[in-house]
């Protein structure tokens, strides 16, 4: 199937490369929106450690006194015409279903420090998020690939489980454009280094691939805590004690639907996690009751005492019952040099006041 898909992997590649041409030509318009945009995008599918990212220079444009908003397409949600404010900084205004999971997980990490917007034309909401909402810098999630709104700040996540997507265009690999397309990155950020079987080749590969310009940082992935599903956003009192203690504990099983789930099953290994059992569902599962009770009947037979699961499948399962005590990981990232990509944030916002 693999080799059969090839000649469409070939096409979308000639055609990534086409438009790309077409935007540098000048043929196809890029649009300013008047305030600095700082897009976070990946060169594959999958999950990559984008979301997190996105928080963080979130909370650092906020740390600058700006008010920032994340503008995303919402992928999965119900309807992708509509244009969605899931948060306007201050309040959630929507739930999974009409934002989709990853907007709605932002939204509620963001309250108080970034308003969250899901639309397919984001040079519109753009717009309409400086006059409604006073947004003075937005945050383009997922924005690599989309040449249609001009930036002043181009950062690629690059997943060191699997950098490039199995090496092929989609449909026949996860690569969405050629991996020369890091070029036009102003910082890559290696993400899970502390999963990577040689960081060191990695990096002289992406600093070939990308050239001078482009700052290379690697991060790695960190657990802050844990807390029970269905319990307030906030991180509880005494959090990490308590996920020592259950790391070390108790027996556990683990389920999610993201991008990546063989990373997330050992991120949680190399936490201390007995794991007798894991279970990986499609990117965005929409969970049904059949699924949850296949998991725990599974997870009890394998002799697991509690489940684990992402803070990103945790927003589709707010009222869901479980008879063994379900915890949500809660993730940050961890950079080897922080300072330098604050840096680039404040030069980006910064820049257009010069």
Same mark, same amino acid.
């Given at each position: 199937m693999?080799?059969?898909?090839a000649?469409?992997?070939?096409?979308?590649?000639?055609?990534?490369?086409?438009?790309?041409?077409?935007?540098?030509?000048?043929?196809?318009?890029?649009?300013?929106?008047?305030?600095?945009?700082?897009?976070?995008?990946n060169?594959?599918?999958?999950?990559?450690?984008?979301?997190?990212?996105?928080?963080?220079?979130a909370?650092?444009?906020?740390?600058?006194?700006? !008010?920032?908003?994340?503008?995303?397409?919402?992928?999965? !949600?119900?309807?992708?015409?509509?244009?969605?404010?899931?948060?306007?900084?201050?309040?959630?205004?929507?739930?999974?279903?009409?934002s989709?999971?990853e907007p709605?997980?932002?939204?509620?990490?963001?309250?108080? +420090?970034?308003?969250?917007?899901?639309?397919?034309?984001?040079?519109?909401?753009?717009?309409?998020?400086?006059?409604?909402?006073?947004?003075? +810098?937005?945050?383009?999630?997922?924005?690599?690939?989309?040449m249609?709104?001009?930036?002043?700040l181009?950062?690629?996540?690059?997943?060191?489980?699997a950098?490039?997507?199995?090496?092929?265009?989609?449909?026949?690999?996860?690569?969405?454009?050629?991996?020369?397309?890091?070029?036009?990155?102003?910082? #890559? #950020?290696?993400?899970?280094?502390e999963?990577?079987?040689?960081?060191?080749?990695?990096?002289?590969?992406v600093?070939?691939?990308?050239?001078?310009?482009?700052?290379?940082?690697?991060?790695? +992935? !960190?657990?802050?805590?844990?807390?029970?599903?269905?319990?307030?956003?906030?991180? #509880?009192?005494?959090?990490?004690?308590?996920?020592?203690?259950?790391?070390?504990?108790?027996?556990?099983?683990?389920?999610?639907g993201?991008?990546?789930?063989?990373?997330?099953?050992?991120?949680?290994?190399?936490?201390?996690?007995?794991?007798?059992?894991?279970?990986?569902?499609?990117?965005?599962?929409?969970f049904?009751?059949?699924?949850?009770?296949?998991?725990?009947?599974?997870?009890?037979?394998?002799?697991?005492r509690?489940?684990?699961?992402?803070?990103?499948?945790?927003?589709?399962?707010?009222?869901?019952?479980?008879?063994?005590?379900?915890?949500?990981v809660?993730?940050?990232?961890?950079?080897?040099?922080?300072?330098?990509?604050?840096?680039?944030?404040?030069?980006?916002?910064?820049?257009?006041?010069?």
């Amino acid at each position: 199937m693999t080799i059969a898909l090839a000649p469409l992997g070939i096409l979308y590649g000639a055609v990534a490369r086409t438009r790309l041409r077409l935007y540098r030509s000048g043929f196809l318009k890029t649009e300013n929106v008047g305030v600095p945009v700082i897009s976070v995008g990946n060169i594959t599918t999958g999950g990559t450690g984008k979301t997190p990212l996105v928080e963080c220079v979130a909370r650092a444009v906020a740390l600058e006194g700006r !008010r920032a908003c994340v503008l995303t397409r919402g992928y999965g !949600r119900a309807d992708e015409r509509r244009r969605v404010v899931v948060s306007d900084g201050e309040r959630v205004l929507a739930d999974a279903g009409e934002s989709g999971d990853e907007p709605r997980l932002l939204a509620e990490q963001l309250l108080g +420090v970034a308003a969250v917007v899901c639309d397919r034309d984001r040079v519109g909401a753009a717009r309409w998020a400086r006059e409604t909402l006073g947004a003075e +810098v937005f945050i383009l999630d997922d924005g690599f690939q989309h040449m249609k709104i001009a930036r002043d700040l181009d950062i690629v996540t690059l997943d060191a489980t699997a950098p490039w997507g199995g090496g092929h265009m989609l449909p026949r690999g996860r690569l969405r454009e050629p991996r020369e397309g890091l070029r036009r990155a102003d910082c #890559i #950020i290696i993400t899970r280094s502390e999963q990577a079987s040689d960081l060191k080749g990695l990096r002289a590969e992406v600093a070939r691939l990308a050239g001078s310009r482009s700052l290379v940082i690697a991060s790695r +992935v !960190r657990t802050r805590g844990l807390r029970l599903l269905g319990g307030a956003y906030e991180m #509880i009192e005494g959090a990490n004690a308590e996920l020592e203690s259950v790391a070390k504990g108790q027996s556990a099983a683990a389920f999610c639907g993201v991008g990546n789930p063989r990373a997330f099953f050992e991120q949680l290994r190399r936490e201390g996690f007995d794991l007798r059992y894991t279970r990986a569902f499609p990117d965005h599962h929409d969970f049904r009751d059949s699924d949850l009770a296949a998991v725990v009947r599974e997870a009890e037979q394998g002799g697991a005492r509690i489940l684990l699961t992402t803070a990103k499948d945790a927003v589709k399962l707010r009222g869901r019952s479980f008879p063994l005590p379900c915890y949500v990981v809660e993730i940050g990232l961890e950079f080897e040099d922080e300072e330098a990509l604050l840096g680039l944030v404040r030069e980006a916002i910064q820049y257009r006041e010069r």
